[in-house]
Nanobody
Framework: QVQLVESGGGLVQPGGSLRLSCAAS????????MGWSRQAPGKQRNWVAI???????TYTDSVKGRFTISRDNVKNTVYLQMNTLKPEDTAVYYC????????WGQGTQVTVSS
């Protein structure tokens, strides 16, 4: 079973930045896809960004140009750099990894508010 641990969430003002980290218990090179999803209060969980084992990235429209997903195969960690944050980015952010099935982290809270 893969263990994924997110960190880096917190409270930030609109326009600010945060970097989320997702540390995996094993080699992330074996995962075909890793990504981030988020779930706002009272809403369904939606995907935000994905990165493949070859490094290709895809973003949902609402974060294009503001968020960047990256991976460090030596540290077995995936990152989500979030810039120009907006109140509507407030959510619990979950890291996931696909290898056969989908493995999820426990989530980290991001709150964008003045």
């Amino acid at each position: 079973q893969v263990q994924l641990v997110e960190s880096g969430g917190g409270l930030v003002q609109p326009g600010g930045s945060l970097r989320l980290s997702c540390a995996a218990s094993g080699s992330i090179g074996s995962f075909s896809v890793m990504g981030w999803s988020r779930q706002a209060p009272g809403k369904q969980r939606n995907w935000v960004a994905i990165i493949t084992s070859s490094g290709m990235t895809t973003y949902t429209d609402s974060v294009k140009g503001r968020f960047t997903i990256s991976r460090d195969n030596v540290k077995n960690t995936v990152y989500l750099q979030m810039n120009t944050l907006k109140p509507e980015d407030t959510a619990v952010y979950y890291c996931y990894a696909i290898k056969g099935g989908t493995n999820w982290g426990q989530g980290t809270q991001v709150t964008v508010s003045s």
